[in-house]
């Protein structure tokens, strides 16, 4: 089965820091994709940043990469430069081909940027 | 495109009455899911559909729940009878798959259900 664990319940940045946010999966699948969204406090889920698993470079988009180490099976979200608008409940999910393209995600990291 | 749109976005029902949650995806996309978010289950997928067909439905909890998409642009999820347990946001997302990976599911603004 696919699984997705987040093991950081919460999290806290300074302002203009970087903050690293743990993804581990788990899958027999050799093609599949992993993503990570942000839900603000006001609910709608925001796309963030995509790595597939044949993908050698590490993706980044703006302030936001994705720490892929594929032995490891880890998937990790790194924010640079963090802001105010950057508190939200942050996810990560993943999809795989045989899986039949089945969307899952893990449970979630609270970040909380402090002024 | 105007996104995923969900409806009604706030629902307030009594307990044993049935409630129906509509989505109509992006134009084009090939899958959609539905997921239901509560404090302590998380964000749990609920079934799924590709090119309107269900594929996998193990996360329905219940009989009590249903859903069906008849054409490309709409589908509904139905619970029947409610009870206070049911209470959750509602989330519908799309995705087009067959054009390649990179393709990210986009989410409706989601059903805030409370069943009294």
């Known amino acids: 089965a696919q699984k997705i664990t987040q093991t950081q319940p919460g999290m806290f940045v300074q302002e203009k820091e970087a903050v690293t946010l743990d993804c581990t999966y788990d899958?027999?699948?050799?093609?599949?994709?992993l993503f990570w969204y942000k839900q603000p406090s006001s609910g709608e889920m925001i796309f963030l940043i995509y790595?597939?698993?044949?993908?050698?470079q590490n993706a980044t988009e703006g302030r936001y990469s994705l720490n892929f180490q594929k032995a490891r099976k880890s998937a990790n979200l790194v924010i640079s430069a963090s802001q105010l608008g950057d508190s939200a409940m942050y996810f990560c999910?993943?999809?795989?081909?045989?899986?039949?393209?089945?969307?899952?995600f893990g449970a979630g990291t609270i970040l909380r940027v402090k002024s | 495109d105007a996104g995923v749109i969900q409806s009604p976005r706030h629902e307030v029902t009594e307990m044993g009455q049935e409630v129906t949650l509509r989505c109509k995806p992006i134009?084009?996309?090939?899958?959609l899911f539905w997921y239901r978010q509560t404090m302590m289950r998380g964000l749990e997928l609920l079934i799924y559909?590709?090119?309107?067909?269900?594929?996998?439905d193990s996360g329905m909890p219940e009989d009590r729940f249903s859903a069906k998409m008849p054409n490309a642009s709409f589908s509904t999820l139905k619970i029947q009878p409610s009870e206070p347990r049911d209470s959750a946001v509602y989330f519908c997302?799309?995705?087009?798959?067959?054009?390649?990976?990179?393709?990210?599911?986009?989410f409706g603004q989601g059903t805030r259900l409370t069943v009294v």
């Open positions: 997302a799309s995705s087009l798959v067959r054009t390649g990976w990179n393709t990210e599911a986009f």
């Open positions: 899958t027999s699948d050799q093609s599949y994709g």
């Open positions: 790595q597939g698993s044949y993908d050698e």
């Open positions: 999910a993943m999809r795989g081909v045989g899986y039949g393209n089945k969307l899952v």
């Open positions: 134009s084009g996309h090939d899958y």
């Open positions: 559909f590709n090119n309107n067909v269900p594929i996998d």
